[in-house]
């Protein structure tokens, strides 16, 4: 009975002091850890700021942009939730304008390939000359717009310009959809129709692709109830006013700037189709 009074002692003892050093941790160490990836988010958004400024301009170089992209991804859930929580528009808000007409234009600036996301996570060097992030936006002029407004609920997508040739488009018209977009970072699409301008001439045919739902109000509908695993996805890690970063099913990331109507009037076409 002594032995086990002494023991039982001890015990609580020893328990009471790790709740102690539980505490101490939760109060010192696990703030200091939050500061540590909030510090490292606001580092990677003014990486990702400062490549879009443009082809010609001082940018920071490819893999500190790939590093910059990646921590934005482990941050991805947390960072949506902070735009809901401090501006009522999460990620859906910002890609598509809040709603406005004509929606929202983003310009591709840069693209990692999957090979190259995998080596950077391990801290390995590419496996191949190819296999890295390349700024993009001085050899194609490729535009995503995101519309959701009352007018029209859409996802324009193609190349306007091609080693610096531009007076045509090539792409597609996709209806798409984000659920639960206060939650989740996935976007999903599907393309609807091809679309091709050309000597002022547009072009459009039905988008040929396995199990791909036809235009109008029954397409809209099949498409909805269809689950995510089923369709196209982008799982966009990050959006605000300037950038977008987002991975598509191949595992490739892709780097979106925000373009204005200076940029736009300089850079595209109208095309049949739009709102």
Known sequence: MRWEA???????????????????????????????????????????????????????????????????????????KDAVRMQADPYLGKLTGSGRSGGKRWRLVYLA??????AERKGQAP??????????DGLVTAVQRFEDSPAAHVNQNGVFEFLGLGGFFFGYFARFKWP?????????????????????????????ASGAAGAGPEGDAQFEASRLQDLNIFNFFYVDDQVAVAQGASGSVALWGATDPEWDQKHLIPVEGEA
């Open 180 to 208: 639960s977009p206060e939650k989740r970072t996935t976007l999903a699409f599907q393309p609807i129709t091809n679309n091709l301008k050309l000597f002022g001439q547009d072009w459009s045919w039905p988008f040929a």
């Open 6 to 80: 002494r023991f039982g002692s001890r015990w609580r003892g020893g328990f009471f002091c790790l709740l102690g050093l539980a505490c101490l941790l939760r109060r010192n160490v696990m703030p200091a850890f939050a500061e540590t990836a909030e510090g490292a988010a606001v580092a990677a958004r003014a990486t990702l700021r400062q490549a879009t400024l443009g082809a010609g301009q001082e940018r920071p170089a490819e893999n500190a942009v790939l590093r910059a992209l990646l921590d934005l991804q482990k941050e991805k859930t947390q960072l949506n």
């Open 113 to 118: 390939t999957r090979n190259a996301v995998v």
């Open 127 to 136: 496996p191949s000359f190819f296999d890295r992030g390349w700024y993009v």
